[in-house]
């Protein structure tokens, strides 16, 4: 695994490896330390080569699927950064509905309500870009979702982007809902109303044109960014789309549901 890991990556190979121990040990770090600027990407193509790498090395399993951070002005207030950011979901990350959480090594410690799609087909980069039809016609079904976001970053709101992205884009624990949703050609993701609750109270709401103008242009969106950079989002492959309302603080012993209406309710709480 290690040769792997050295003859394809070159100056790649050290940062991801200094990205990723952090990220699989759950630990964190100082973006303004003298290690971390000497692993820090140059630019965005460069910070999306760490996430990759650091996937590679350390996950032996194929690709769940992609999330979007920072669709959202609020989720862009969150993490200091003025656009949306792709980044890789973790199969061993996904909880299950109405399971316990722990907020242990999680120091962002806010949960997000999202969208989310499974793919119907391969989308491979191409030289036009995807259109809205044409990326939801490669969607096979939709579940309500929970993303527990973090970032093993230190004052993570300071780092800039190409740190974020190479800690893969703040990537956490996430809640799929357990009933896919495959009549949804019908429905207005732009006017979709989600209602948030947390402790059985009214927490807030949001609607589907807080995620980029509407969660199937942050799908879009993420297609046509991962084509700049030669990547294809497979057939099965799920996809969080960025939350909808503004990211809101749990603790421990807290429990959250997010009401997505006709596409079902999803819940889970914290240790």
Request: hydrophobic share 35%; charged share 30%; aromatic share 12%.
């Amino acid at each position: 695994m290690t040769k792997y890991f050295y003859e394809k990556g070159k100056k790649n190979n050290a940062h991801a490896l200094y990205f990723s121990k952090y990220f699989f040990d759950k630990l964190t770090f100082d973006y303004n330390s003298d290690s971390t600027k000497q692993y820090e990407p140059k630019n965005k193509k460069e910070a999306y080569k760490i996430q990759e790498t650091a996937y590679e090395y350390w996950v032996r399993e194929k690709l769940f699927g992609w999330k979007i951070a920072a669709t959202s002005k609020e989720g862009q207030m969150h993490i200091g950064v003025k656009g949306p950011m792709a980044g890789r979901l973790i199969r061993e990350r996904l909880a299950l509905n109405k399971q316990i959480i722990s907020l242990k090594h999680n120091q962002m410690k806010v949960v997000e309500a999202e969208f989310a799609f499974k793919l119907l087909n391969d989308l491979n980069p191409k030289h036009s870009k995807y259109t809205e039809e044409e990326v939801l016609e490669n969607v096979e079904c939709v579940y309500p979702a929970i993303e527990i976001p973090d970032s093993r970053i230190l004052n993570f709101n300071k780092a800039g982007e190409n740190l974020l992205i190479a800690d893969n884009a703040c990537a956490g624990e996430y809640v799929i809902g357990e009933n896919p949703i495959k009549e949804f050609k019908h429905i207005d993701f732009k006017n979709f109303k989600v209602d948030c609750y947390k402790n059985d109270q009214f927490e807030d709401n949001g609607y589907g044109s807080n995620v980029l103008g509407s969660p199937i242009n942050a799908l879009k969106w993420l297609v046509n960014e991962l084509g700049l950079y030669k990547v294809k989002l497979l057939k099965g492959q799920i996809v969080l789309t960025g939350t909808c309302v503004k990211p809101f603080t749990v603790v421990p012993d807290d429990e959250v549901l997010m009401d997505f209406g006709e596409l079902g309710k999803v819940s889970c709480s914290f240790n």
